[in-house]
């Protein structure tokens, strides 16, 4: 059994408007935007994710008293803020930990002889967390002199920026989209404007409107659905070497990559067959239009 009716195939040459270069088009554009659109997914991950981490931690100075040693007074402010409400884990950092931190960013040589801050990071309960005026108030009652940084500033800056970013790479999305959506329009109306005078001879032979449309529409739907799997496959492809190359992170950890991820994608090839379906029956009713006019004109 032949998948197209035998008139369909004389009627309708597949290279009559270039179709397999518009397919190709299509293809390239549907590949894009499927991955700006894992893209937008993954940015907005990662962007909560930072804000998650900054809301879920705290960092806190403390200035020894006289008689006492920095790592003393380091450890009674960790032992203080472990048994606080809304507290977690609160750790002491020890210079060797210290000086890992700044090793990137100051080098090796002039780490021995820079002196450093007393610092206890503080990991917060994720369900109710503690303020920065409790966790003050901890501090003082145990007698400590500590500044508390609850990153409410780096916080405000980073939530900023992540939301920039799902913003720009949301936008990235929508565009390409578009670009694709109108590759499709475009093929769909070329491919009907090649075949225009079909059109009339088969209106004025008496072939009912719906019949026409239809013939177009069967034909650049599966176009574009056979163009928008092949986008679609070509985007996979790239996430699962991403995923593989990369890890539990994917290839870049300010990015991630989720296998979730390519269940956003799968749509594409139903939803490029939808907007070629309605462009061609649009299209193909609109040239109609004349043809018709004329038959009533002649009855």
Do not use: N
């Not at 930072?50 to 007074?73: K, S």
């Amino acid at each position: 059994m032949r998948l197209f009716p035998r008139s369909d195939t004389d009627l309708l040459p597949r290279e009559a408007a270039g179709e397999t270069w518009l397919a190709a088009v299509i293809a390239v554009l549907c590949f894009i935007a499927c991955l700006a659109a894992v893209g937008a997914a993954s940015a907005d991950r990662a962007a909560q994710g930072w804000a998650r981490q900054l809301r879920a931690e705290a960092t806190v100075q403390v200035r020894p008293r006289v008689g006492e040693t920095g790592a003393t007074a380091a450890a009674r402010a960790a032992e203080t803020l472990a048994g606080t409400d809304g507290v977690a884990e609160a750790v002491a950092l020890d210079r060797k930990a210290a000086e890992d931190l700044l090793r990137p960013w100051l080098g090796e040589a002039v780490l021995p002889d820079m002196p450093l801050p007393f610092l206890v990071t503080v990991r917060l309960d994720p369900d109710a967390p503690a303020s920065a005026v409790t966790l003050s108030r901890a501090l003082a009652t145990a007698g400590l002199d500590a500044s508390v940084d609850d990153h409410a500033q780096w916080r405000g800056d980073v939530e900023r920026s992540a939301a920039l970013i799902t913003l720009m790479a949301g936008f990235a999305f929508l565009l390409t989209a578009g670009a694709a959506g109108a590759a499709i329009v475009y093929a769909t109306r070329a491919g009907l404007m090649a075949r225009r005078s079909v059109i009339e001879t088969l209106s004025l032979a008496g072939a009912s409107d719906s019949a026409i449309a239809w013939l177009f529409q069967r034909r650049f739907g599966l176009l574009a659905a056979g163009a928008g799997a092949v986008g679609m496959a070509l985007a996979l492809l790239v996430i699962g070497s991403v995923r593989f190359l990369g890890g539990s992170d994917g290839l870049v950890a300010a990015l991630p990559l989720t296998w979730g991820d390519a269940l956003i994608i799968l749509p594409c090839p139903l939803i490029a067959a939808g907007v070629a379906v309605v462009s061609a029956r649009l299209a193909a009713l609109s040239r109609l239009s004349g043809p018709a006019r004329r038959r009533k004109r002649l009855a």
